[in-house]
């Protein structure tokens, strides 16, 4: 991790993704039909032009029966490049927050939908996210600026 700015820097690899066809159980566990998906380490689906991503209640434990270690949502924007959130019931984490490993699958699919390697990503999960995504083929950097979520004190 680096820090430049305001911002911290970090650097992952990039996932290869592979189309795969859309199913009904994906449509049941994501509450709306993806248009796409793709499947990495994680399954990515993408949503049609106007789907209200913040407002989708998925089912966690279809979602769990799902392909993919997580499962991701994601969808165009006007304001950002895209926008999307990522659940991990499989993990015991019904939804992430910002997820670094998320946007090493999103990433890769927006670059080359959008014909550019500069992006910027909404994560729009409850607590929500900007990241700044530079996208080097097989490497992905992600900057944003950090959120304390927890404090803590241990005495020895």
Same mark, same amino acid.
């Given at each position: ?14 996932? +290869?993704?592979?189309? #795969?066809?859309?199913? +009904? ?28 991503? +913040? ?42 927050? #910002? ?53 803590? +004190?241990?005495?020895?």
């Amino acid at each position: 991790m680096t820090k430049k700015d305001d911002l911290y820097e970090m650097n992952f690899p990039s996932y +290869e993704l592979k189309q #795969v066809p859309v199913t +009904e159980e994906m449509t049941t566990a994501f509450g709306e039909q993806p248009a796409e998906a793709y499947m990495g380490r994680d399954l990515l689906c993408v949503f049609p032009d106007g789907t209200d991503i +913040e407002n989708l209640n998925p089912n966690m434990d279809k979602l769990s029966q799902l392909d993919g270690l997580l499962q991701h949502a994601t969808v165009a924007s006007d304001k950002y490049d895209c926008a999307s959130r990522s659940f991990a019931p499989k993990l015991a984490v019904p939804e992430d927050p #910002v997820c670094g490993s998320g946007h090493c699958h999103i990433v890769p699919y927006w670059a080359k939908r959008l014909g550019k390697n500069q992006l910027t990503a909404y994560q729009a999960s409850p607590r929500s996210g900007i990241l700044y995504c530079d996208y080097q083929g097989d490497r992905t950097l992600l900057s944003g600026k950090a959120v304390l979520y927890s404090e803590s +004190e241990t005495f020895i």
